[in-house]
């Protein structure tokens, strides 16, 4: 792949908030891409490409042609095909090569009107949200929703659902954390002011769930370990203390109880994950988990239904995380710009905040893939 394409990713909601697939755009820097270096590229991310659901894979600057055709297509891919090159006689080639190969095809771009080549077949199709879909040749998808109120216009307009991030905007904060936050906070404190294990274990005896769940996670193949976890004890052990403050702040980012909060749990351990994995090799070993719980905690208001001021103000944070959530500051500031910049089609902004950070494009785009794949694990 160009070194200069990136790979931006965002979610696909269904009817009810919940993610059925990912989006994942290339993102070209206005030159000509043959498609056959990104399908070269994209055979050798094979191993990192996200099995946990379907998968659309998009062009914003780049011209299908077929040299996409050599790409090893994984069974749950499904190729975009932008409005705009439909009449392109190396796109149509690619769709019917494709076709032929049992691949899904989604339109992205559907309006009215819009003449189609004959003979091809699309699942879905992408349109924007403002866009009349009667007659539409696929299951509707909305793009460009801007929020959680526009997304239920969209449901009674006939779409199946939208891709974006749209359920992140429209909360309504609350004044105070539920009970069950508010004991893993505890948690957290007691874990980073090293206390002692008989009072954490005596902590966690109160929520027997949350119990198993934290096991659940450290035992998850994200985590990797080659021995099975049996008891918090044994974590302590086996991890140390950092490890599992880690995994507690885990167990915060779940426990929303909010009809979207499997969406936005997704959404922030994947950010997590990314700011951690684009870390390595230029921060401290000891440092990356910070950038996985920044990464984590940059939508815990969203994610607790309160200000973020009033969901840090209990937890005992160093003040490198913090400044990072609460006012951009900060070390670990310019990696959460890096995530964010991520979930946007925009190559100019991502490009830019890559350069900064010295984190090249293959090494973003293998994030993007490793990232996805380490939250749908820990959803399964």
């Not at 004959?118 to 909305?142: M, N, Q, V």
Request: glycine fraction near 8%; include cysteine.
């Amino acid at each position: 792949m160009s070194a200069h394409v990136l790979i931006s990713r965002e979610p696909v909601l269904n009817r009810t908030r919940s993610i059925t697939a990912t989006r994942l755009t290339l993102l070209g820097a206005g030159e000509p891409v043959p498609c056959a270096a990104i399908a070269a590229e994209l055979n050798r991310l094979a191993d990192a490409w996200p099995a946990g659901g379907t998968v659309f894979l998009g062009f914003d600057g780049i011209v299908p042609d077929p040299g996409l055709l050599d790409w090893q297509v994984p069974q749950n891919a499904m190729i975009e095909i932008p409005a705009a090159a439909l009449q392109n006689p190396a796109t149509l080639a690619m769709m019917e090569g494709l076709q032929r190969a049992g691949v899904p095809l989604c339109l992205d771009g559907y309006r009215p009107g819009l003449p189609l080549p004959e003979g091809i077949d699309f699942r879905f199709i992408l349109a924007d949200a403002a866009t009349d879909i009667a007659g539409a040749p696929g299951l509707p998808l909305a793009r460009g929703v801007q929020d959680n109120a526009q997304f239920d216009l969209c449901l009674g307009k006939g779409f199946g659902g939208a891709a974006g991030w749209f359920f992140l905007k429209g909360v309504t904060p609350a004044k105070k954390l539920n009970p069950g936050q508010a004991q893993i906070i505890r948690l957290l404190n007691l874990v980073r002011g090293n206390a002692d294990i008989r009072e954490i274990e005596s902590a966690l005896k109160l929520d027997v769930a949350l119990s198993a769940k934290l096991l659940r996670y450290i035992n998850s193949a994200g985590f990797g370990l080659t021995v099975k976890i049996q008891s918090f004890r044994h974590a302590v052990t086996m991890l140390g203390y950092e490890k599992l403050n880690k995994w507690l702040s885990l167990l915060l980012v779940t426990s929303s109880k909010d009809a979207a909060a499997p969406a936005l749990m997704q959404a922030a351990i994947a950010r997590g994950r990314f700011m951690e994995l684009t870390a390595q090799g230029r921060a401290d070993k000891a440092e990356l988990d910070n950038y996985f719980i920044t990464g984590a905690f940059s939508l815990l208001d969203v994610l607790l239904g309160v200000l973020m001021e009033t969901a840090l103000a209990d937890m005992h944070l160093p003040e490198t995380i913090s400044a990072a959530l609460v006012s951009g500051e900060g070390p670990y500031a310019s990696s959460l710009a890096l995530a964010l910049a991520g979930e946007r089609a925009d190559h100019s902004r991502y490009a830019a905040q890559a350069a900064e950070l010295g984190v090249d494009a293959a090494a973003a785009n293998r994030a993007q893939l490793e990232a996805l794949s380490f939250a749908d694990n820990l959803q399964a």
